[in-house]
Structure formats: structure tokens, C-alpha cells
């Protein structure tokens, strides 16, 4: 903006030059105005504010809507702060909605240590399992297991199917669906994943006892006296017992 300049008339000087210096300067005022109304005037009534108050205007592009953001905000700089080098997006703090309490504190009750002797259980529901500490599981199975393990590397194995066999009858045993004292044939309930399993077979004649034709299905059993005489499958007396 133009600076606004005027002359003041000379005091007793030629009366014919008052009206025309004060015409001058009440048109060099206009001109400085411009459309400037008294509307607009009174809005600067009251202001104290300072230039340098000012000018931090200087530059801003906001509008108006944008800057009522503000209204009513209530949080310190130190409060406002706490976001900087945030880089989460909207989606990832929403994980957080809902959140009434610490989250490491429920996530601890969660689930214990490894090294935890004890730790409480979460009832589980019709569509959500229960939820067990690894020293809980550990110490179900230990009590579960039934194999003695011993020091060494090799494997342990247990038989996939066995039986005790007396007077030609299937007295008990696991994993089988039947015995045919005709036939002398073992049938197995779940089939075998081949037919190479080993059968070790325990007969109670004092001659021998083989079995063979093996399948997945089952085994066939033959049995004979010390004097190689075979002996009638409804008197077969044996022990078997399955490893695959």
C-alpha cells in the first residue's frame, strides 16, 4: 500500500490556495482508502495486537472451517506433542478402539512363560478353545505317558496292533475287528499303512507258529506241534502283536 502524503495550507498565506491544497489532500486520502468503508474500519476497534502478532498470519492458506478445527481444543503443546513421528495410519490406531485397560497386562494373563510352573487357565466356549500354559500341557502329557523312556538315541516304537488268542477265540487286544478261527486270519480295525509290518508272534504250542499272507487288512496264522504236525486252528493258543 502507498504511503499517504498530504500538504498542510500555509498559515497566513494566500487565502487562494487553501481550497486548493485541502482538495488535494482529501483526494490523496481517498485514493489511500480506496473502498475501504467505515464497516471495514471498525473491525481494526480494540485490536492491540502487535505487528509481529500479526504477520505469524503471513502466509497461512487455512480457511476458515479449517482453523474452527481448533475451537474448543483444550490439549498443552506437550499433550499435542505426543503425536509427533507418528506414522501410524487411522486403521492402526483403531486397533486400539475399545481398549479399556493395559494391553501388555492382558496379554500376559493370556499366555505364561514356558518357565511358568502354574499359571490360570481361560475357559474356552463353544467356538473358542481354552487357552493353557506349555507347563500345563507338559506335565498332562508326562502323567499320560506310559512309555519309560530311557537314555540313548533310537526311536521308540509302539506296536500298532496286538491280540491274545485262546482256544481259536480272540480273548482281547487292540486295533482289531476280528479273528476267523476257520481260517485263522487276523483282521484288522484301521488297516496298516503297508503290507511289510512285522508281526511278532508268540505261540503257546511247543512246536512253532508262523504268520504270513500278510496284507494292510490283516495276517493269516499257522501253527504245528514238536512233531511237525499241524494243529487244529480251534486249539491255536497265541500272542501277537503288530509294529509298522
Same mark, same amino acid.
Given at each position: 500500500?502507498?504511503?499517504?502524503?498530504?500538504?498542510?495550507?500555509?498559515?497566513?498565506?494566500?487565502?487562494d490556495t487553501w481550497g486548493t491544497t485541502l482538495n488535494t489532500n482529501w483526494s490523496n486520502l481517498s485514493t489511500f482508502l480506496g473502498? +475501504?468503508?467505515s464497516a471495514e474500519l471498525a473491525v481494526l476497534d480494540g485490536i492491540t495486537a502487535t505487528t509481529a502478532e500479526l504477520n505469524i498470519l503471513d502466509g497461512v492458506t487455512a480457511t476458515a472451517a479449517e482453523l474452527n478445527i481448533l475451537d474448543?481444543? $483444550?490439549?498443552?503443546?506437550? !499433550? +499435542?506433542?505426543?503425536l509427533d513421528g507418528v506414522t501410524a495410519t487411522a486403521a492402526e490406531l483403531n486397533y486400539v478402539d475399545g481398549v479399556t485397560s493395559a494391553? *501388555?497386562? *492382558? +496379554? %500376559?494373563?493370556?499366555?505364561?512363560a514356558t518357565t511358568q #510352573?502354574?499359571? %490360570?487357565?481361560? #475357559?474356552?466356549? =463353544?467356538? $473358542?478353545?481354552?487357552?493353557? =500354559?506349555? #507347563?500345563?500341557?507338559k506335565a498332562a502329557i508326562d502323567e499320560n505317558n506310559f512309555v519309560t523312556q530311557t537314555a540313548g538315541s533310537a526311536p521308540f516304537y509302539a506296536a500298532r496292533a496286538w491280540g491274545t488268542v485262546r482256544g481259536g477265540v480272540l480273548e482281547g487286544g487292540q486295533n482289531f475287528a476280528s479273528y476267523d478261527q476257520s481260517t485263522a486270519v487276523v483282521t484288522f480295525t484301521t488297516a496298516m499303512p503297508?503290507?511289510?509290518f512285522s508281526v511278532v508272534l508268540q505261540g503257546q504250542a511247543r512246536g512253532g507258529s508262523?504268520?504270513?499272507?500278510?496284507?494292510? $487288512?490283516?495276517? !493269516?496264522?499257522?501253527?504245528w506241534s514238536s512233531g511237525g504236525n499241524a494243529i487244529s486252528k480251534s486249539e491255536y493258543n497265541f500272542d501277537f502283536a503288530v509294529f509298522a
Open positions: 500500500m502507498a504511503a499517504f502524503t498530504y500538504t498542510a495550507p500555509t498559515v497566513g498565506g494566500s487565502a473502498s +475501504l468503508d474448543g481444543v $483444550t490439549a498443552t503443546a506437550a !499433550e +499435542l506433542n505426543i494391553i *501388555q497386562t *492382558q +496379554l %500376559d494373563a493370556k499366555a505364561a #510352573a502354574e499359571a %490360570d487357565w481361560e #475357559a474356552g466356549t =463353544s467356538t $473358542t478353545e481354552s487357552v493353557v =500354559s506349555p #507347563a500345563k500341557i503297508n503290507a511289510t508262523y504268520a504270513y499272507n500278510r496284507t494292510t $487288512t490283516g495276517f !493269516e496264522v499257522e501253527m
